[in-house]
């Protein structure tokens, strides 16, 4: 239904801004946290991943970005990447 989606989005919505991801200077910032181990772990932090979780999110988020063209992709890319692919991957981690 329609309200379910909205309501899906809604909650795509807090968990991008928890994360730091809604404007383009948080994106570019998680993309680079991205870069090393510590900064995923910093990130799925603020996102509010479990520690148990994260192994498993990370490799996801990696799979995802990597298959996404995320750092090719250009803006459109980044923007979905945050904004609805990397938010879904925390989703059904913290379900």
């Given at each position: 239904?329609?309200?379910?989606?909205?309501a899906a989005k809604a909650n795509l919505a807090v968990?991008?801004?928890?994360?730091?991801?809604v404007t383009a200077a948080g994106q570019i910032a998680?993309?680079?946290?991205?870069?090393?181990?510590?900064?995923?772990?910093?990130?799925?932090?603020?996102?509010?991943?479990?520690k148990s979780a994260r192994p498993e999110v990370e490799?996801?988020?990696?799979?995802?970005?990597?298959?996404?063209?995320?750092?090719?992709?250009?803006?459109?890319?980044?923007?979905?990447?945050?904004?609805?692919?990397?938010?879904?991957?925390?989703?059904?981690?913290?379900?």
């Amino acid at each position: 239904t329609s309200s379910a989606a909205a309501a899906a989005k809604a909650n795509l919505a807090v968990i991008s801004a928890k994360c730091g991801t809604v404007t383009a200077a948080g994106q570019i910032a998680a993309v680079k946290d991205m870069g090393s181990h510590a900064g995923r772990e910093a990130l799925l932090a603020r996102c509010g991943v479990p520690k148990s979780a994260r192994p498993e999110v990370e490799t996801r988020a990696l799979a995802a970005a990597e298959s996404g063209h995320l750092l090719k992709g250009g803006h459109a890319a980044r923007v979905t990447y945050f904004e609805v692919t990397l938010p879904r991957i925390i989703e059904a981690a913290q379900a």
